[in-house]
T-cell receptor, first 114, second 115 residues
Framework: AQSVTQPDIHITVSEGASLELRCNYSYGATPYLFWYVQSPGQGLQLLLKYFSGDTLVQGIKGFEAEFKRSQSSFNLRKPSVHWSDAAEYFCAVGVTGTASKLTFGTGTRLQVTL | EPEVTQTPSHQVTQMGQEVILRCVPISNHLYFYWYRQILGQKVEFLVSFYNNEISEKSEIFDDQFSVERPDGSNFTLKIRSTKLEDSAMYFC?????????????FGPGTRLTVT
């Protein structure tokens, strides 16, 4: 069965600093990978996705992620964090098939200090 | 931009009562999902629905749960006899009718509190 690990429960960065959130997955076939963000009181918003092709994918709000098959990782990065980026970030793997359900990691809560 | 909506935003109910959580998926989407997130835990898949029937369900989705698409716009999750452990945030999601794995669009969630 597929699984996702986000080793960092909580990360604090200063505004303007760079950010990297880690995500490792376990899935026997080609993974379909996603990063979602959840602001307080809001739903899950898709930041970016990887299906195939270029392993560096660009998303909204200046985020990018790199798929590394050899490390089973899909880390999320941003060169300069803004205070509005404070939120919970979820990595997810999609399973092929009719249902195409998503399996999520436990999330990383990002705090941004001014 | 089209979005998934959910009502109510917060539902408080007593143990043993029935609740119905409602969702309006994006209009041209044909795959629908329910997920839940117990406080402090990960988002978990409950059920997927396509062509008026359940496509897949998790082990969490037992006989107390049911889903329905009563009309062309709503998608509901019913919990027949709520338990304390059903307290969670419930998310509805939908996606386009494309082959393979495509992104799912999530609603803002309904927080269910069972007392």
């Amino acid at each position: 069965a597929q699984s996702v690990t986000q080793p960092d429960i909580h990360i604090t960065v200063s505004e303007g600093a760079s950010l990297e959130l880690r995500c490792n997955y376990s899935y026997g076939a080609t993974p379909y990978l996603f990063w979602y963000v959840q602001s307080p009181g809001q739903g899950l918003q898709l930041l970016l996705k990887y299906f195939s092709g270029d392993t560096l994918v660009q998303g909204i709000k200046g985020f990018e992620a790199e798929f590394k098959r050899s490390q089973s990782s899909f880390n999320l990065r941003k060169p300069s964090v803004h205070w509005s980026d404070a939120a919970e970030y979820f990595c997810a793997v999609g399973v092929t098939g009719t249902a195409s359900k998503l399996t999520f990691g436990t999330g990383t809560r990002l705090q941004v200090t001014l | 931009e089209p979005e998934v909506t959910q009502t109510p935003s917060h539902q408080v109910t007593q143990m043993g009562q029935e609740v119905i959580l409602r969702c309006v998926p994006i209009s041209n989407h044909l795959y629908f999902y329910w997920y839940r997130q117990i406080l402090g835990q990960k988002v978990e898949f409950l059920v997927s629905f396509y062509n008026n029937e359940i496509s897949e369900k998790s082990e969490i989705f037992d006989d107390q749960f049911s889903v329905e698409r009563p009309d062309g716009s709503n998608f509901t999750l019913k919990i027949r006899s709520t338990k304390l452990e059903d307290s969670a945030m419930y998310f509805c999601a939908s996606r386009q009718p494309l082959a393979g794995v495509t992104e799912q669009y999530f609603g803002p969630g309904t927080r269910l509190t069972v007392t």
